[in-house]
Structure formats: C-alpha cells, structure tokens
C-alpha cells in the first residue's frame, strides 16, 4: 500500500511537470553572438577578397596587400591562388604583388596573377605590364602564353607594334589553344587600330 501511494505521487508530479508551458525564449537570445577577435569582423587578416572593395581605409589597404603579398609565394597552390585574387579585388594596393607575381619562377603564379590584375591596373601601369606579357609570349608554357596573348589587345593601339608577331603565332605556335587565342587578338588589335573587324577564317579572311 505504501510503494502505491508513492507511485501515485510521482505521476502526479510528472503530469503536472508535463502540463506546465514552456517560458518563450527572448528575442535577446536569437542575436548574434558578438565577433570574437580573430575573425573577419575585427581583424584586418582574416578579411576574404569579397570584403574587401573599398571599404577599409588605407592604413588597413596597404596591411592587407602586405599579408596577402607574403601569401602569394606559399607552397600551397590554393593559398597563392586565393592571395592573387584577393590582391586583385584590392586595385592599386595589391598591383605591386601581382606585378612581382607575373614574373615570378612558378608558371601557376604567373598565371594566376595575370588572370587576377584587372585591365584599368594591367593599361595604367603599360610601361610596366606591357614588355612583361610581351616576353610572355615566348613563354614555353602554353598556358601563359594563351593567357598573354588574350590580354595584349587591351593595350588597344599601343600594341599595335606587335600584330606581326601575334599573327606569327596564330599561324605556328604549336598549341591549339594558342593559336585561337593569337587569332582573336589579331582581330582585337586590328579593330583597335582600323575600327573595322575581320571575320571569316584564316584562309579567306574578310573585313567590315
């Protein structure tokens, strides 16, 4: 009779426990949470490419081409391509680094860099960029020299001078890819100099 009584008494209390509402959560506890230092919000070094734009000043600008300046020459191929991106989201600040990068001994880093410099840095700093690509397509890496090609007719009428030496390459180099990409630089640099266009293929050229 007593173990009864004792057990009636727990289910009691467990139907009452049961039955009782739970307190609604404050709206205080669905904030969140403050940024810790280290991470993006408070530390200048943990900032991505897309945060970057120009909304930090330039103290901040020219740390961060810094830090992501020494990152370019890592080891690790997604580090340095991660560090050239970045460097290129950031304008003048991260040029230098990308203009260090494009003659660095790595194929990758050249590439990378170029493909990362925008054009108003790769046409503003001509003087500079424009003799890099030049020896670039010579490069024995099919890559760069495709990547060099592509860029050169930006330069528009500067570049001018060198549309015998691109077509040379449309015609010869020994990589498809290459070829292709001298083909529509060829026509690039030709509609930069003349405002006309070619069309039709290699063999029977026209202009309009």
Known sequence: MRREVVLAICS???????SRKTPPMKMSALKAPAPRVGTAATDPDALSAAQLGNAASPPIQTKMAERWGERLTSSNPTT???AAAALGA????????LLKGMQDSSEELRIA?????????LVAHQSDTMPILIEMLRDPNPGVRCAAVSRLPW???????????????????????????AALAVNGLYE?????????????????
């Open 12 to 18: 009691l209390a467990l139907v009452s426990g049961c």
């Open 80 to 82: 340095a391509s991660d």
């Open 90 to 97: 950031m304008g003048e600040y991260g040029y230098p680094y």
């Open 113 to 121: 860099c170029m493909k990362s410099m925008h054009v108003s840095q």
């Open 155 to 181: 330069y528009g009428k500067s570049a001018g001078k060198y549309m015998q030496f691109v077509q040379a390459m449309a015609n010869n180099d020994p990589d498809a890819s290459v070829r292709a990409a």
């Open 192 to 208: 930069a100099m003349t405002g006309k266009v070619i069309t039709g293929g290699p063999d029977d050229p026209k202009i309009r």
